[in-house]
């Protein structure tokens, strides 16, 4: 069984700095495409950021680019979400989530099995 945990969300002013952590539990196998999501109040689901377990090939929508970076410790069994330049529309609970194959779609919510409860953060203008 798979069990993710997020951690490390919380209030920010704008323009500033968060990191997310993600701890995994479960068979590495269930893990080869690791991903952040997020979901603010009366939106949808969106993809952040997904990592390649093994290559560490990484992959942004397009309004995180150059201000998040995915990361990951294999060792530690942990992905990380570093969030600079904080702005009022990252405000949102983010998700982490867990995929058993590769995609072509590596920032689509039908990709993953698997899924964190969430942490919030809250960035105020």
């Known amino acids: 069984q798979v069990q993710l945990v997020e951690s490390g969300g919380g209030s920010v002013q704008a323009g500033g700095s968060l990191r997310l952590s993600c701890a995994a539990s479960g068979p590495t196998y269930t893990r080869n495409l690791m991903g952040w999501f997020r979901q603010a109040a009366g939106k949808e689901r969106e993809g952040v950021a997904a990592i390649a377990t093994g290559g560490g090939t990484t992959y942004y929508g397009d309004s995180v680019k150059g201000r998040f970076t995915i990361s990951r410790d294999n060792a530690k069994n942990t992905v990380y979400l570093q969030m600079n330049s904080l702005k009022f529309e990252d405000t949102a609970m983010y998700y982490c989530?867990?995929?058993?194959?590769?995609?072509?779609?590596?920032?689509?919510?039908?990709?993953?099995?698997?899924w964190g409860q969430g942490t919030h953060v809250t960035v105020s203008s």
């Open positions: 989530a867990a995929a058993l194959r590769w995609s072509n779609w590596p920032l689509s919510r039908s990709t993953y099995n698997y």
